[in-house]
């Protein structure tokens, strides 16, 4: 049976629709928000890069190593204080490292082969 | 009657010893995950799927575990509400208007235990109309073609869209965003690549959990940097839990009265769980004729709102189960976790496989129990839990997705995607656009352009079949009414701020 519709049809239908909600959002903006300053906007790209760092580590350094640094850069970045982060790093990397491993039974490497040699 | 020997079915698979677990452990972590404020419902569950699927769950279990954390969290997000003022979920603002004013004066736990009752009460009201109108719907559904079913896609993004949000102008923008991401990936009817960019990655779409977890755990990360954990408001000290019996009688007529309300706001589609308590607390205020103490720590102001939130939260499984279509944030996460398990919801739902909805049906009154224990008696452990600060639990949550996500695909593609829906997400708060539509628009996009092509594939091309029959006209009126009407009735609807699970 041949397709009246075609694959191009509805992405097209949305986009039409989606540019008259764009026209009349900006005919009638509403108010403008609080943007961040720039020390938070800089805080919140500290974040990214850290997460996004997080996601490359995961597999060549194992989980604890990477999961420790990533929560305490993130933990650090709430509040600034050094020692809570320290201890929210190491605590939850081990937390869940012991939850993920032993309780739900993932199949998680601590540490990975190249780092202990 | 069939219905109840359909339920004695169901309770005979709820009550295998390890359902019943499931059950209780599932609303332990929902009552956690609703009380602890930055851990939505929706987003609680998306997290739980990855890992409940590498748990080796069937589809019966990961349906059990899941429905116990949607009924819990909707419980919990009333404790963060009345102790701490700041809403644990989304559908527990109205319950901080007089729950928070109360604990002030001293009556936390008074407040706590008639808010658990009301939802017990809600809950149960709304499980009960799940039992008698879902079989029924199933049945209507049988009448449902493609035409119908476009129609009634549009309606559950006109209700979300109209009712659940204060500018329908972006929830709209946002449901396009949606559907615009859900096109993404091989087209289904000439398996031909669309809006990929050439990149490999993305052949297979988006995937619905990465966008949900990094659209509300990941955004609420960078929001939590922003306001440096500082928002949250001075606790409230609990006294001995004690049951305020002559207060629960004085409000049980508000209980029931926003369970109804409650149960239609839920079955309607898109509307949800937010808005349900939202109709109670407003028809509740309205009926009243004490209404100047209505803000001020009224008993019936706490009452109405839960027992509303929680009926609309059972209701919402209904077009859930029936129709496939979500009535809510929460439930569109549900929804994925059906479709992930290759369970089609929808009419056929209820003949295939009926030890599936019954069992669902009756793990939710005993969930309900559960829940009632919990979160009366018990519910000082859960006030514990908010001692939890946010610089402990945001990374955890962080590093909780980013290992749910991993196992799921093992793929750093999508955590990169996650991360970079997390700074959408972030974006959109900011500029006051709501998610809900953009996790309907993915989850529902490729239904609804299904439906459109074979509705033109029957009528040979003809739009007019579109508004065919009667129901189909109906939805249509119901779709445009639902956008159109609430920018009139916004006057007198005026919400304290934004609304949506």
Redesign the interface.
């Known amino acids: 049976?041949?397709?009246?519709?075609g694959?191009k049809l509805?992405?097209i239908m949305?986009?039409v629709?989606?540019f008259i909600?764009?026209v009349?959002?900006f005919l009638?903006p509403?108010e403008a928000?609080?943007?961040?300053k720039l020390g938070?906007v800089f805080?919140?790209l500290c974040?990214?890069v850290t997460?996004?760092g997080?996601?490359?580590a995961?597999?060549p350094l194992g989980?604890i190593i990477p999961?420790a640094v990533?929560?305490?850069v993130?933990?650090y970045?709430?509040?600034?204080?050094l020692l809570?982060?320290l201890l929210?790093?190491v605590?939850?990397?081990v937390g869940?490292f012991a939850l993920?491993k032993y309780a739900?039974?993932?199949g998680?490497v601590a540490f990975s082969k190249n780092l202990i040699g | 009657m069939e219905v109840f020997s359909l339920l004695a079915d169901g309770f005979a698979v709820a009550l295998t010893p390890q359902n019943m677990m499931l059950a209780v452990i599932g609303c332990v972590i929902g009552t956690m995950v609703g009380a602890l404020p930055g851990l939505g419902p929706s987003n609680g569950v998306a997290i739980l799927i990855p890992?409940s699927f590498?748990?080796g769950l069937d589809a019966t279990q990961s349906l059990v575990l899941m429905t116990s954390v949607y009924y819990g969290a909707m419980y919990g997000g009333r404790i963060s509400s009345i102790l701490l003022n700041i809403p644990g979920d989304e559908p527990a603002l109205m319950t901080t208007l007089d729950g928070y004013p109360m604990a002030k004066q001293g009556r936390a736990a008074e407040a706590l235990v008639l808010s658990g009752v009301a939802s017990f009460v809600g809950a149960t009201f709304a499980t009960i109309g799940l039992m008698f109108l879902a079989p029924w719907l199933a049945q209507v559904a049988f009448l449902f073609g493609p035409a119908e079913y476009f129609a009634l896609f549009l309606l559950a993004f006109c209700t979300l869209g109209g009712m659940a949000s204060n500018?329908q102008?972006?929830a709209?923008?946002a449901a396009?965003?949606g559907?615009?991401i859900s096109?993404i990936g091989l087209?289904n009817?000439?398996g031909?690549p669309?809006?990929t960019g050439g990149s490999l990655h993305l052949m297979d779409g988006v995937d619905f959990l990465v966008a949900i977890v990094g659209l509300f755990a990941?955004a609420e990360?960078?929001i939590?940097?922003?306001s440096?954990?500082k928002e949250s408001a001075i606790g409230v000290k609990l006294g001995k839990v004690t049951i305020p019996f002559m207060m629960i009688v004085k409000s049980f007529g508000a209980m029931v009265r926003a369970s109804v309300v409650g149960f239609i706001a839920g079955v309607l589609p898109g509307a949800g769980a937010s808005l349900g308590s939202f109709l109670a607390y407003m028809t509740e205020k309205a009926i009243s004729k004490d209404k100047d103490t209505f803000g001020t720590g009224n008993p019936r102001g706490v009452a109405a709102p839960e027992a509303g939130n929680n009926a609309a939260a059972g209701g919402a499984l209904v077009p859930m189960l029936t129709l496939g279509v979500p009535g809510s944030g929460t439930t569109a996460v549900l929804l994925a976790l059906l479709m992930t398990l290759n369970i089609t919801p929808g009419p056929m739902l209820f003949k295939e496989r009926p030890d599936l909805v019954w069992g669902l049906i009756a793990t939710l009154f005993i969930a309900n129990f559960v829940l009632l224990i919990l979160n009366v008696p018990l519910v000082k452990i859960f006030v514990k839990l908010l001692s939890v600060?946010?610089?402990?639990l945001?990374?955890?949550v962080?590093?909780?997705s980013?290992?749910g996500i991993?196992?799921l695909s093992g793929s750093?593609f999508d955590?990169?995607l996650m991360?970079g829906f997390?700074?959408l997400g972030?974006f959109l708060r900011?500029?006051?656009v709501p998610t809900v539509p953009i996790i309907l628009g993915i989850l529902l996009g490729n239904h609804?352009?299904d439906k459109?092509?074979q509705a033109?594939?029957i009528s040979?091309?003809d739009w007019t079949y579109l508004f065919s029959s009667p129901i189909a006209i109906g939805l249509w009126i119901a779709a445009i009414v639902g956008f159109v009407a609430p920018m009139f009735l916004s006057k007198f609807l005026k919400k304290p701020s934004a609304v949506s699970d």
């Open positions: 049976m041949p397709d009246p519709v694959s509805f992405p949305i986009g629709v989606g909600c764009a009349a959002i009638k509403d928000p609080n943007w961040p938070i805080s919140i974040a990214v997460l996004v997080y996601a490359y995961l597999k989980f999961t990533a929560s305490g993130v933990s970045l709430i509040r600034r204080n809570t982060a929210t790093g605590g939850l990397s869940l993920f739900l039974g993932l998680l | 890992i590498s748990f500018n102008r972006k709209a923008i396009c965003i559907l615009g096109m087209d009817s000439s031909m669309r809006l990941v990360v960078f939590f940097i922003e440096h954990g600060p946010p610089w402990v945001l990374p955890g962080t590093m909780v980013f290992v991993y196992s750093y955590l990169l991360i997390g700074v972030y900011k500029i006051d609804m352009e459109l092509r033109m594939v040979g091309g």
